[in-house]
């Protein structure tokens, strides 16, 4: 597709349980990001991929947030016995210039809700 | 430290100029971005600013950037009713790896009546 996707739009799931968020970056985009949005916090950066290299995983707010970029492209977030304050927007970003005029493309996020 | 701050709400009659006002903290950003974000939908690049410059303009959208002071402003002409959004500015503290990471404000909801 043209722009970067994003699976499910809307996740509901039960405290404890496991969930996984799927990025698909704009084809040829070798940076991709996560961030995530919620009513406390704001907009909060999480983790960065870029090419083959070790991942930035600074804003990973706990051990429970992993990721992981397969084959340089596709994207996925887990968070593992979810609580009810991860409930945010996830958003996925790619870029083609991480180090210039970071032009960085947003997909539409997931919901998450934790009940 | 890292905090952008931003007034939170911004209201305008259609036809006239909005100011939409942000202060940074960290000096090392080489770019300052301005997003969108209309409601239910993802975060739309407006426009960005290199750190050397003062100001830019592009097309209804003005840049002004005060380096010494660490304050940025974004200017919409002639605001229309599809301005409704929330606009988020956003620092780029330089990170050891070498990447830019979004560091963004609070947002601020501009609403335009007609």
């Known amino acids: 597709g043209a722009g970067v996707s994003q699976s499910p739009s809307n996740k509901v799931t039960e405290k404890g349980k496991d969930v996984e968020l799927r990025c698909d970056p704009i084809?040829?985009?070798?940076?991709l990001y996560w961030y995530r949005q919620s009513l406390g916090q704001g907009l909060e950066f999480l983790i960065y991929?870029?090419?083959?290299?070790?991942?930035?995983k600074s804003g990973l707010p706990s051990d429970r947030f992993s990721a992981e970029r397969t084959g340089g492209s596709v994207s996925t977030l887990t968070i593992q016995r979810t609580q009810q304050e991860d409930s945010a927007v996830y958003l996925c970003a790619s870029s083609f210039n991480p180090t210039g005029a970071d032009t960085q493309y947003f997909g539409p996020g997931t919901r998450l809700t934790v009940l | 430290g890292e905090d952008v701050e931003q007034s939170l709400f911004l209201s305008v009659r259609e036809g006239d100029s909005s100011v939409i006002n942000c202060t940074y903290t960290d000096s090392s950003s080489t770019y300052l971005y301005w997003y969108k974000q209309e409601p239910g939908a993802g975060l739309q690049l407006l426009t960005y600013?290199?750190?050397?410059?003062d100001m830019k303009q592009d097309q209804r959208l003005t840049v002004l950037l005060n380096k010494k002071d660490k304050h940025l402003s974004l200017r919409i002409a002639d605001t229309q009713t599809g301005d409704s959004a929330i606009y988020f500015c956003a620092e780029t503290p330089l990170m050891n790896t070498g990447f830019q990471k979004l560091v963004f404000g609070t947002g601020t909801r501009l609403l335009v009546s007609p």
């Open positions: 991929f870029q090419g083959n290299s070790a991942p930035d």
């Open positions: 600013i290199f750190s050397n410059m």
């Open positions: 084809s040829g985009h070798t940076a």
